[in-house]
């Protein structure tokens, strides 16, 4: 699959981001968990880095591949962050949460120095918005803040688990998949998310990423802000 392909391409890419001592951020997701394979292979060669998971999936990775793990206990700052995403736009806005990790992951990139992204070609995207919109929600307020999301005019879906069951995040939350179509200001939109009770966080990711590694073929392109 040309697909996997980029994948790999964009995430063997980022490793020139990582240097010896480095506290690294570790993402979630397809394209991430590439990079966290690549990252262990260095690691295994004598590469000395800490990780900080962005979910329990990504620890469990990282930890059978022998990547020494810390918490914001050992460390508050990050050195480097790389992950995923399911859009990025010419601003390097993103939308994430697709694989419903987007609370730890805003936090690690909130405490990076830099946010490297790898995406396939697939992920580019002229205005946000295809995606729909991962928003976490306190399930106590769920049906409220769905009422308010449809207020500003998208659709929104509560997102089960394969079992049909309401899909739980790490942090014990909820997530709404909301449809907003084209998203013509997300810096805006966050905002009136960020001001809704019962928002725990949303998937816009604004002014946070550093570079995207973009993957054609086998060739990455670095596009920064």
């Not at 996997?4 to 979630?28: C, I, M, P």
């Not at 991430?32 to 260095?42: C, K, T």
């Not at 790490?170 to 939109?189: K, M, Q, V, Y």
Request: glycine share 10%; net charge neutral; with cysteine.
């Amino acid at each position: 699959m040309a697909n996997n392909q980029e994948k790999e391409a964009a995430a063997r890419a980022s490793l020139k981001f990582v240097h010896d001592g480095d506290v690294v951020g570790l993402g979630t997701g397809s394209t991430a968990a590439y990079a966290v394979r690549f990252l262990a292979q260095q690691v295994q060669s004598g590469l000395k880095v800490r990780g900080i998971p962005t979910s329990s999936s990504t620890r469990e990775l990282a930890a059978s591949l022998g990547i020494p793990l810390i918490t914001f206990e050992d460390a508050q700052q990050i050195d480097v962050t790389i992950d995923g995403t399911d859009e990025f736009d010419p601003q390097l806005q993103l939308i994430k949460g697709g694989g419903g990790a987007l609370l730890r992951e805003k936090i690690v990139a909130s405490a990076s120095r830099r946010l490297v992204i790898v995406a396939d070609a697939s992920k580019q995207v002229q205005v946000l918005g295809k995606f729909p919109l991962p928003v976490e929600v306190v399930p106590f307020a769920r049906p409220l803040v769905a009422k308010r999301i449809a207020a500003l005019g998208a659709t929104s879906k509560l997102r089960q688990d394969a079992g049909g069951n309401p899909f739980v995040t790490d942090e014990g939350n909820h997530i709404l998949d909301c449809s907003f179509g084209a998203i013509a200001d997300p810096p805006a939109l966050a905002r009136v998310l960020d001001a809704m009770p019962g928002v725990v966080d949303h998937g816009l990711f604004i002014n946070l990423a550093s570079v995207v590694l973009v993957a054609r073929g086998d060739a990455v392109e670095e596009i920064r802000r």
